[in-house]
């Protein structure tokens, strides 16, 4: 059997303190864990993690752009909609009936229009066709000449 020489003695010896000094490191290094209470349950401290936050970066036009464009769909001018004519003719009798139809029915928006040679006035702008549908027969009871139409995307 060979001898150790004196460095790998020295190795061996630096190795096992190495050994023991982390094994005494470990028991110190977790302060959390108590020891077992009278019920036998160990108490364990546990932190949450941080709350995460982000930080969204947008042009301002953007909100100005979406309020642009929720108003376009309300007034019709992004899908087919339907209206209702409730008259053809010359410019008095058509603004007579546009007033009455504003104060017969407040709750549809009423315009005049112009088409060669003639004022039309027209009623609301529905989504649907069964919407316009059940408006007409109420439109109907105060003109009984109205109709349904789609109107040209010009």
Known sequence: MRMLNLRHYIFLASFQIAGLSSIMAQDNSNPTIETPN?????AINIVPPPEATVTINQDPKINTLLDVKSKMEKDG?????YKIQLYNGNLNKANDVLNAAREFFPQWSSSLQYETPNYKVWIGNYRTKLKMDRALLEIK????????????KK
């Open 141 to 152: 009871k105060e003109f009984p000449n109205a109709f349904p139409f789609k109107p040209e």
């Open 77 to 81: 001018d992004f899908s087919d909609r």
């Open 38 to 42: 009278e019920n036998n349950f160990v």
